[in-house]
């Protein structure tokens, strides 16, 4: 199965689009058809389609509208992807 190198919790990062998050939920999901396994992700950034439900069926918690997503295994990879920060810089230029 292509979920079985995640974990839930894990940080990772989806394709395409490089976007970050922590995964909330692995696991088929009926309403979404194609069978197979589904990995739930709670984004970073407001980037997603969904706030963990999928036709009134929760599946996890996101802070927020847009903030989740449900994705092939195939595209998340899990690992060390912290959150970037997007005011930081790396200019030694600017104060």
Not at 4 to 26: K, M, N
């Amino acid at each position: 199965e292509s979920t079985q190198h995640l974990t839930l919790h894990d940080r990772c990062q989806v394709q395409p689009g490089s976007r970050r998050g922590e995964i909330a939920y692995i696991g088929t999901i009926d309403e979404l058809g194609g069978g197979g396994h589904w990995v739930g992700v709670i984004l970073d950034e407001p980037l997603g389609r969904t706030d963990g439900c999928v036709d009134s069926v929760r599946y996890f918690e996101a802070p927020g509208p847009n903030r989740g997503g449900f994705f092939r295994g195939k595209n998340v990879e899990g690992g060390d992807f912290p959150e970037i920060d997007i005011f930081a810089s790396d200019s030694e230029d600017e104060l």
